[in-house]
Nanobody
């Protein structure tokens, strides 16, 4: 059974940094592309970053390019999102997901950017 558990969210000031992660069990972790999504109140879920499993190619939404970095630790079945230079607009619930198994979602981790 696939299980996704996100963690690491919190309250951070504008310009600050935060590192969130998710642990995914029930799959052969290193054989799947991985993504981070976020959803702010009243808005649709937005794709933030994607990491290709084969070549470790990274893609980012324009809104986070140059500030966020997606990475993975295959030994720990963990997907990571390093977020720097955070802005108010980055406030959202963040979720990781497996594109080819997209029916599975975790509970998310809340990131709040506020002074």
């Amino acid at each position: 059974q696939v299980r996704i558990v996100e963690s690491g969210g919190g309250l951070v000031q504008p310009g600050g940094s935060l590192r969130i992660s998710c642990v995914i069990t029930g799959i052969t972790f290193n054989l799947y592309d991985m993504t981070w999504f976020r959803q702010a109140p009243g808005k649709e879920r937005e794709l933030v970053a994607q990491l290709n499993y084969y070549k470790d190619e990274e893609t980012y939404a324009d809104s986070v390019k140059g500030r966020f970095t997606i990475s993975r630790d295959n030994a720990k079945n963990t997907l990571i999102l390093q977020m720097n230079k955070l802005k108010y607009d980055d406030t959202a619930m963040y979720y990781c997901n497996i594109p080819s198994l997209n029916q599975y979602w975790g509970q998310g981790t809340q990131v709040t950017v506020s002074s």
